[in-house]
């Protein structure tokens, strides 16, 4: 259904690391480094055919992020989604919500963990046990 997810960021270095970090316990490795047309930078990390991108808003305005919105990373295990939280905590992010664990939810139970990024965005680490 997606092709990408893209986010703002008002620092793109301290973006780089803090993503390097949290999307490296996934498995994904260095970001493409790319400059807009307009002069603006931007990271493309890719990863099981999927892409997610940083960007500098192009508009100069400072980046925000979406009150309400999540972006959800998918798990391979109890121990990824802590990892990913751990990471995310060390490298500037904020745990939200409750600790890191098992939820049940209406289709079944899930492993979750939520944190914030630098920039204020919203993302979740989500194990589903089979």
Not at 11 to 28: H, N, Q, T
Not at 91 to 103: F, K, M, Q, T, Y
Not at 105 to 121: I, K, Q, S
């Amino acid at each position: 259904m997606f092709s990408h997810i893209m986010i703002g960021s008002n620092d793109i270095e301290r973006s780089k690391r803090f993503y390097d970090a949290v999307l490296g316990v996934l498995g994904a490795g260095e970001p493409i480094r790319n400059t807009a047309k307009t002069g603006h930078a931007r990271l493309f990390y890719r990863h099981a055919g999927a892409t997610f991108c940083v960007s500098e808003p192009i508009n100069d305005e400072a980046a925000t992020f979406a009150n309400g919105g999540t972006i959800g990373f998918s798990c391979d295990s109890p121990e990824q989604v802590k990892a990913f939280h751990d990471a995310a905590v060390a490298h500037g992010g904020i745990s939200v919500e409750d600790a890191p664990g098992l939820r049940e939810g209406p289709m079944g139970p899930l492993y979750l963990a939520y944190v914030r990024d630098p920039d204020g965005n919203k993302l979740c680490a989500l194990h589903r046990p089979k």
